[in-house]
């Protein structure tokens, strides 16, 4: 969906430059007393603009557990001297880096721990990735920044038990009732996390819900099958399509990533 964005997933582990962390025993995340810090996020960001020519940048931001600054004694100190607690810290380390993204020319993702923290300091050239759970976009357009829609409950491909029929009911301007504030919300994504794939079940995971969630997508709300059984039938056709390929897409009527019932025919599964 989203072309035009440059998805950073950067987890650090400070194996080149073992300064960025708060210390050897405590490694994230990142030492936000050390300039250092900066300077390597402000070099990674220049060279990706130079390669990478996307309007967007995704900073991340999110589940950000701060207790390795509160109990390393150089970065407690320096929050002392800077008069911040840890929450601060982690609002200061965001809008830095948001800067420095900005500086080179992109604009800006971040996940919505940010937004639910600190809404009112991000810039204006934010989009707010919503995914712990509904309700957030509403909240997100109000404030006048734009929105992707991932909610974690209906749009987690990693969530191996929720069925298509979630993916597909799943309404992203659910609340927004304004055409100006509905065009805030930029779209939505299904997300597939690391966790419970590898080679062996990635394929599966993927399809046929993400299928279902593009059809939600393009679909305008009041144009979608209310009932999904009436869907069924053609997003089989499509799961058979896809195994004909040679993509190993699921069965639909397991619920979730599932295997078939019995067997039969690749439609009836
Ligand atoms: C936060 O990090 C500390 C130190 O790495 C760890 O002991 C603690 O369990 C973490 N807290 C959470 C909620 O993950
Ligand atoms: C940090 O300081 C701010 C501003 O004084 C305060 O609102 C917030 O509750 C503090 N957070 C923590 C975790 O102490």
């Given amino acids: 969906m989203f072309r035009d964005m440059l998805s950073l997933v950067l987890i650090f582990r400070g194996v080149g ?11 994230q995340p990142l030492d936000v007393s050390n300039d250092f810090t900066f300077k ?5 960001l220049s060279d990706f603009s130079k390669v990478f020519k996307f309007k967007f940048v995704h900073l991340g931001g999110d589940e950000v557990n701060t207790s390795c600054w509160r109990t390393t004694s150089h ?18 380390f965001v809008l830095k880096a948001q800067k420095i993204a900005l500086s ?9 721990e940010t937004f639910n923290n600190f809404g ?14 509904s309700g957030v976009a509403e909240n997100v357009v109000k404030a006048g920044l734009r929105c992707i829609v991932s909610n974690q409950d209906k749009w987690y491909l990693d969530h191996l038990d929720t069925p298509w029929q979630q993916f597909y009911l799943n309404e992203p301007l659910t609340n927004i009732k304004e055409s100006s504030q509905q065009k805030l919300v930029m779209g939505g994504e299904v997300c ?20 279902a969630a593009a059809e939600r997508l393009w679909t305008p709300y009041g144009k979608l099958a209310k009932d999904t059984t009436l869907v069924t ?21 397991a619920g979730g990533r599932g295997t078939p019932y019995e067997p039969d025919s690749c439609y009836k599964q």
């Fill in 233 to 253: 039938g053609r997003l089989a056709h499509f799961r058979c399509l896809l195994n004909q390929r040679g993509i190993a897409a699921a069965p639909l009527a």
């Fill in 75 to 92: 970065i407690s100190k320096w929050l002392k001297q800077q008069g911040m607690n840890e929450s601060e810290a982690y609002q200061y």
């Fill in 192 to 211: 597939m996390w690391g966790e419970t794939v590898d080679a062996s079940d990635i394929q599966q995971t993927i399809w046929p819900r993400a299928a």
């Fill in 17 to 27: 430059y073992p300064s960025l962390w708060p210390s050897k025993d405590c490694q």
């Fill in 40 to 44: 390597v996020i402000d070099g990674i």
């Fill in 120 to 133: 009112k300091k991000l810039s204006p050239k934010t989009v707010v990735h919503n995914w712990l759970g």
């Fill in 104 to 112: 080179h020319g992109y604009e800006l993702v971040n996940w919505e």
